[in-house]
């Protein structure tokens, strides 16, 4: 899980992304800043519809027709922001890759296993085909699916989803990519399943050259597997940091309010405490503070102006003009 001290794998800059609609263009990402450092799992947590995926989806320019993106996508020595359709293929599959959250969904119905996974490596690695069967072998013992061979005649709705779910992380891993983007891969698994799911994210992390953005609503999961988090809400980067640091000692309200929401753990009497209202929508964001309509921290200065992502520490960043002291308020 740790990271590297060099220069980041990728490093996102002042992120917008712009979508059409009905009325007009909508802001849904609204300036991020986020690094990946070589072999580190980096964790991206928020609430539905606060633009985790989307900003995933951008990395690979998988967007809607019409979408505006603007700021900068470094990777490695690569600026993706602005790349034409070949160059994208080129990134897709084989620079970065991604597991999606419904692999019933990602996985073709029709194909076998070991069309799906040798399709990827003769398009992606110029492979012949007893190569890519062999490397198709070797990936499926790599994520630990027993009976190889047999798996690669056999079709998805003939495994469990946590079968799967191994399955699409070893299709996503066919070409070598260097980032690996998890998008919820454990959100409809059991416990145990889940818990495999991310030993294997970590040791393929650990065994080879493999960095990995888990984007994920569960902050128990963030806690298991990850060091460094951004906390997302309304397109924007709520407070970021080690995340151990954040989940222990939050300092922005809405990771606060999230902590204070999550059932499990309960102990000492601790009362559950439901967010209150919703959270806002893109074409609907207010002026201020995204999260200041829920928090119980807001003042006057909160709705005036977006507040900007400042540094408070030299590992933590924070976007909220009041800063409350929330261990001594029992946040």
């Keep these: 899980m740790t990271g590297s001290t060099g220069e980041p794998l990728l490093r996102i800059s002042g992120l917008r992304v712009t979508l059409p609609g009905p009325a007009g263009p909508v802001d849904v990402i609204r300036g991020v800043d986020l690094r ?18 989307l900003t995933a989806s951008t990395l690979l320019n998988l967007l809607p027709p019409g979408a505006v993106v603007e700021g900068s996508i470094r990777f490695g020595e690569r600026e993706l922001v602005g790349l034409d359709d070949r160059s994208w293929r080129q990134v897709r599959g084989s620079e970065i890759a991604m597991v999606f959250q419904d692999s019933s969904a990602a ?50 709705h003939q495994f469990s989803g946590g ?17 690996l983007i ?13 818990a495999g799911i991310l030993t294997l994210l970590d040791e393929l992390r650990a065994d080879g050259d ?3 953005l888990f984007i994920t609503h569960d902050l128990g ?24 640091e954040m989940l222990t000692a939050p300092k922005h309200p809405y990771t606060a309010a999230l902590l204070a929401a999550r059932p499990h753990g309960l102990a000492g009497g601790r009362t559950l405490k439901a967010i ?4 806002v929508v893109p074409g609907q964001f207010p002026p201020g503070c995204p999260f200041a309509p829920r928090c119980g921290f807001s003042t006057p200065e909160c709705d005036s102006a977006l507040p900007p992502v400042v540094a408070t520490s030299a590992t933590r960043e924070l976007a909220c003009p009041v800063a409350p002291s929330l261990v001594e308020s029992g946040a």
């Design 36 to 53: 990946v450092d070589a072999g580190e799992i980096v964790g991206v947590a928020g609430e539905s519809g606060s633009g985790k995926s």
């Design 221 to 244: 999961v963030l806690a298991s597997l990850t060091r460094r988090s951004y906390l997302f809400y309304a397109g924007r980067v709520m407070e970021s940091g080690p995340t151990a």
């Design 210 to 212: 493999l960095s990995v």
């Design 276 to 279: 209150p209202g919703s959270p």
């Design 107 to 156: 996985l073709h119905p029709m194909l076998s296993i070991g069309t799906q996974l040798t399709e990827h490596m003769r398009q992606g690695l110029g492979l012949d085909r007893a190569a890519a069967r062999k490397r198709a072998v070797e990936l499926l013992d790599r994520v630990r699916i027993p009976q190889a061979e047999r798996v690669l005649k056999a079709y998805p």
């Design 182 to 194: 998890a998008d919820e891969p454990t959100t409809a698994l059991d416990v145990t399943v889940q």
């Design 163 to 179: 079968m799967r779910q191994r399955i699409a992380i070893a299709v996503a891993l066919a070409c070598r990519p260097r980032l």
